[in-house]
C-alpha cells in the first residue's frame, strides 16, 4: 500500500504565486489533514475534511484553501504565495475521529522567494 | 497554540542505553500520541494512549500518562543507531464530532552507535 502519496515533493515560487498541493490516500480513510511544519514550532493545523464534502479551519488557515475532491484526495492552494509560507507541508489522513493514529505523507517543501 | 512541549528538547545517548523524553500538556485531553520522524520524512505512530490509561508498551516503548500532572514520558529501552529521530507527542481532544490533535516542538534523539 502506498499510504498517503504527497506531489510535489520540493517546490519553489515567487512571492504572489499560485500552487496547489496534492494529496491522495488509498486506506479508504474518512478525515483528512493538512499541517505545516516550521523549525521549532511543531506541527500546526492548516485545514481539515472529516469526511467527503466538509472542510474546516484549523489554527493557521489564513493564505490557504482547501478541496476535499473525493474521499482519497485533498488539496492544499496557495493562492498568493508569501515568504512567510516558507515551510514543510504535510498532509495526514485517518480512518475516523476518536483515537485511531494519523498517517502521514513525506511532505512536500516549499519556499517561497 | 501547541498542546505539547517536550523535554528535552535534544538528547544524545550511546546505543543500548535507555532515552526517556517527556511530554507536558496544558489542557484535558482524550488521548495522547506519540509519533516519530526522520530526517526529511513524514511523521510515523507509535503509540497512543487514551486518558483512563495509565501506562502502555509496545515492544522497546513504554509510554506513561499522568493525567493529574498532564505529563506522559516515552521510554525507548536498549536504544539502537536507528532508533536516531524526532519525537513528537500530540493531544487528542474531542470537539463536537471532531478529535483535534496538537503537536509538541519534538525531541531530536541521537544515538550514537
Known amino acids: 500500500n502506498a499510504g498517503v502519496t504527497q506531489t510535489p515533493k520540493f517546490q519553489v515560487l515567487k512571492t504572489g504565486q499560485s500552487m496547489t498541493l496534492q494529496c491522495a490516500q488509498d486506506?479508504?480513510?474518512?478525515?483528512m489533514y493538512w499541517y505545516r511544519q516550521d523549525p521549532g514550532m511543531g506541527l500546526r493545523l492548516i485545514y481539515y475534511?472529516?469526511?467527503?464534502?466538509?472542510?474546516d479551519k484549523g489554527e493557521v488557515p489564513n493564505g490557504y484553501n482547501v478541496s476535499r475532491l473525493n474521499k482519497r484526495e485533498f488539496s492544499l492552494r496557495l493562492e498568493s504565495a508569501a515568504p512567510s509560507q516558507t515551510s514543510v507541508y504535510f498532509c495526514?489522513?485517518?480512518?475516523?475521529?476518536?483515537?485511531?493514529?494519523?498517517?502521514f505523507g513525506n511532505g512536500t517543501r516549499l519556499t517561497v522567494t | 497554540s501547541q498542546q505539547g512541549e517536550e523535554d528535552p528538547q535534544a538528547l544524545s545517548i550511546q546505543e543500548g542505553e535507555n532515552a526517556t523524553m517527556n511530554c507536558s500538556y496544558k489542557?484535558?485531553?482524550?488521548?495522547l500520541q506519540w509519533y516519530r520522524q526522520n530526517s526529511g520524512r513524514g511523521l510515523v505512530h507509535l503509540i497512543l494512549?487514551?486518558?483512563?490509561?495509565r501506562e502502555k508498551h509496545s515492544g522497546r516503548l513504554r509510554v506513561t500518562l499522568d493525567t493529574s500532572k498532564k505529563s506522559s514520558s516515552l521510554l525507548i529501552t536498549a536504544s539502537r543507531a536507528a532508533d536516531t529521530a524526532s519525537y513528537f507527542c500530540?493531544?487528542?481532544?474531542?470537539?463536537?464530532?471532531?478529535?483535534?490533535?496538537?503537536f509538541g516542538t519534538g525531541t531530536k534523539l541521537q544515538v550514537i552507535p
Open positions: 489542557t484535558s485531553i482524550n488521548n
Open positions: 494512549i487514551r486518558s483512563n490509561e
Open positions: 475534511s472529516a469526511s467527503e464534502g466538509t472542510t
Open positions: 486506506m479508504n480513510h474518512n478525515s
Open positions: 500530540a493531544g487528542g481532544v474531542n470537539s463536537g464530532g471532531y478529535q483535534k490533535v496538537t
Open positions: 495526514a489522513s485517518r480512518d475516523r475521529e476518536d483515537n485511531s493514529p494519523l498517517h
